[in-house]
């Protein structure tokens, strides 16, 4: 069965600094990978994905993250936090027909001005 | 172009009760998938619709079940309610069913069972 941890529940950076989000997964075959924000009161906004090649995807709100396939992780980075960034944050798996997705517990993200 | 709309937005039921959540996916999507959201649990897979079948269905009891139509809306009923099913459900559309195409959310329904 897939599964995806996200070891730290809380993180709190100050504005301008690097960010970075740790995920782990566990699926057998080469995986999906997801990572969506979430503020309050609203859904979850995609905000990259993995599928195959390039294992350091870019996407939206100038986060990146890197897939390695060795350690099973896919971890999200961003150079410089802004305050808008604080919400919370999930990783997720998917994979084995459809789209049905595996998420992490998230990690909430607080950003100190 | 409009968003997933999912109606209604709050709701509050008894013990027993049973509720139906509804789901408008973006225009042209086909397949619709459904998440319980709690605070204990996370995110959890309920199911997923394409085309008007259940492509995919999570671990919940038979008391959650769904439905998608011809024009792609999607609902959800969870009948004699329980504590424990106060949440907030969440959908999210997709053009296709295999990932290829972005899943996208709604706000959700947050349900409160008392």
């Known amino acids: 069965a897939q599964s995806v941890t996200q070891p730290d529940i809380h993180i709190t950076v100050s504005e301008g600094a690097s960010l970075e989000l740790r995920c782990n997964y566990s699926y057998g075959a080469t995986p999906y990978l997801f990572w969506y924000v979430q503020s309050p009161g609203q859904g979850l906004q995609l905000l990259l994905k993995y599928f195959s090649g390039d294992t350091l995807v870019q996407g939206i709100k100038g986060f990146e993250a890197e897939f390695k396939r060795s350690q099973s992780s896919f971890n999200l980075r961003k150079p410089s936090v802004h305050w808008s960034d604080a919400a919370e944050y999930f990783c997720?798996?998917?994979?084995?027909?459809?789209?049905?997705?595996?998420f992490g517990t998230g990690t909430q993200l607080k950003v100190e001005l | 172009k409009a968003g997933v709309t999912q109606t209604p937005r709050y709701l509050i039921k008894t013990r027993g009760q049973q509720v139906t959540l509804s789901c408008s996916p973006i225009s042209g999507h086909r397949s619709v998938s459904w998440y319980q959201q709690t605070p204990g649990q996370g995110l959890q897979f309920l199911f997923e619709?394409?085309?008007?079948?259940?492509?995919n269905k999570g671990n919940f009891p038979g008391r959650f079940s769904g439905r998608q139509f011809s024009n792609s809306r999607s609902e959800m009923n969870v009948s004699t309610l329980e504590l424990g099913d106060s949440a907030l459900y969440l959908c999210?559309?997709?053009?296709?069913?295999?990932?290829?195409?972005?899943?996208?959310f709604g706000e959700g329904s947050r349900l409160t069972v008392l």
């Open positions: 619709y394409f085309s008007e079948t259940q492509r």
């Open positions: 999210a559309s997709s053009l296709k069913t295999d990932f290829t195409g972005e899943l996208f």
């Open positions: 997720a798996v998917g994979g084995g027909g459809g789209n049905k997705l595996t």
